[in-house]
């Protein structure tokens, strides 16, 4: 259903983790894959070296290693614009997938796609970190430096995350893709407390910039599936894209979205313009020569990396904002690493800081 | 400057070497010359006041009987200049062409230094002409060059012997930079002509050569057209001949438009904002400024003065601003959407 079966060209596993059964269950799985053991990661990155694109090099061989640091972490956000208090779960690292827009292409040490297999580690943080807050409600996601699903069908993330969340109270599981593979969450015992999310674009942008992944209506498709097999969903509108026809195009988007998914199931949509860091731009022109995306009005914002500039950002979220709420006026609609000033332009109003807008997304999947 | 008869028959020389006729020496064979838009006029007063106090080598081609540069291209060059008849010159042994070529290469790398094109011609003569390997032109020969051994920087000098003559000349001359010329092979060979005649035109340095260049990549980008056409614009091509400005200005103006073009949605609201600020009749010593790329909405105001009496003005002319319809304006614009 639109995405393809990965395959990885080599396999790189780290010794200390070669006999843990989650590196047996991979391995496994591809047989005939050449497989090289490394005494550390650094290694399998020396390994792309001379490759003409070691970010598509990387693409194709897999790391199987040992997560040494902490599997959950802040969301970085942005220094001066609204993040939304996201914690991310770091199983994976990478994507299959190659989006020119994708900020993991200047962003990873390690450029190989890496799976951890110390799965018992993932675990026991993941225990320590909820029973350690008081009061306090965890938005976590496994989408921030990998695709949450695209890779699922081989790691089975899903499979042990989800039913894990079921029994929390105190937090809620995003699983954010762009592609279908959803049968694996089909049969899972999640009550309610795993949102699946979709990150979409308009058709055009979707052809042109998001290559490997499918089209916007398999994605909706998917997103049907899970509403029916009583998910919470949400759908992601970044990077909006600025070119011409941009308004019919996203607002077919807009449309589709709620021909596919009841809006009572929708945790959020959020809206986010293209942004990424300086040094991005130049990788976007080397490996992407037909992209156009890097010849928008772009200008560095307080934060230093380039974005469109500001009344061009704030129309595209006020169309899309009115759109949506044509549709349903209690979906919540909410930003992307915005300003208070493009909040109150788009929206009419602003959380004004991060630990409102948390609260908001929070209140919106709270049990 | 004119030779004396004595100099015509060539320097005197300590040492018994043979005197070549001038015309039998090949002065178009470059097989084994690196030497690139060479500056002669020092040379050439030295030559002519003393002579030549280091003798060129040659190569004699026995098929030919004529004789091949070694080392010396520039002496032989001023001498010819200068109306000599004959030169006193080392003979090359029959030694392979290679070992010649390098010969010449490490007595050129031993007096002066090398300049851009000419580093680039020895590496393509080791890779093309010599069909030396990848390996040991890392090992060796870029490093001999100054230019460490990254395999990068071999591909660039490389590529950079591809060049058209006059990118290749202006390169030499160190009007092109070479981060400039690294963009420029990604160009077609008539844009990069193009943008080549637009530096000779606007003498452009570094940093612009390589504003320019992005502009005008973007927008042919943008446009779908190439460089050469955008730059052929009527418009364009009226303000870089303009015969009334100096070029400095030429340069200024052609800037500007390209940044309007590239940035129109911006350049309308700085326009805006520059209108508003008319109206607002602020005295030369109160500066406004919007937020760098009215990212926010905060406006910064800066006064300058030297006396009481141009606070006091000063003063006076906050009073107005903050009654003025135009501050009103002002404000707005920072909630104004864009097309």
Redesign the interface.
Known sequence: MGTEIFRPQKIFVERSIRDLPFTRKLLDRWPSVPVQIVSQPQQAVDALRGEPDPIAAGKRSLLIARQRGPFIKRCPGTKNYICCGYRIINAATNCDLDCTYCILQGYLTIPLLTVYANLDDLMAQLDSFLSSGQDEFYRLGTGELTDSLSLDPSFGHARLLVPYFADKSNAILELKTKTTNVEDLMDLEHAGRTVVSWSLNAEPVVRKEEHGAPPVKERLQAARRCYRAGYRIGFHFDPLIDYPGWEEDYRRVVEAIFQHVDPQAIAWISLGALRYPPQLEEIIRRRHPQSEIVLGELFPGKDGKPRYFRPIRTRMFRKLNTWIKEHDPDVFVYLCMESDLVWRQALGWSPGNMARLSRLLDERVKP | MSASSEQKKGPIMPMQLPEIPLEAVDLRDRTLVITYAPELQSLRESIARVGIQQPPILQKIPRSGRYRIVCGYKRLLVLEALGFEKVIAHLASAENELKLFLRGLHENLGTRSLNVVEKSLALDKLAGQFRLSREEMLKDHLPALGLGSDPKTLDLYLSLARLEEPIKQDLAAGKISIATAQQLLTLSPEDRLAFGKLLTALVLGKNRQREFLSLLR?LS??GKTSINELLGDPQITSLVQDPQVQVPIRAKRVRELLIRRR????SR?ADEFEEIKKKLRLPAHLSLTAS??????DYRLTITFRSREQLAAAQKALAAMAESSALAELLEI??????
């Open positions: 973007d980008l943008k940035y129109p949605r911006l609201a760098p790329f009215f990212e926010g909405q920072t909630f104004r959407d864009q097309e």
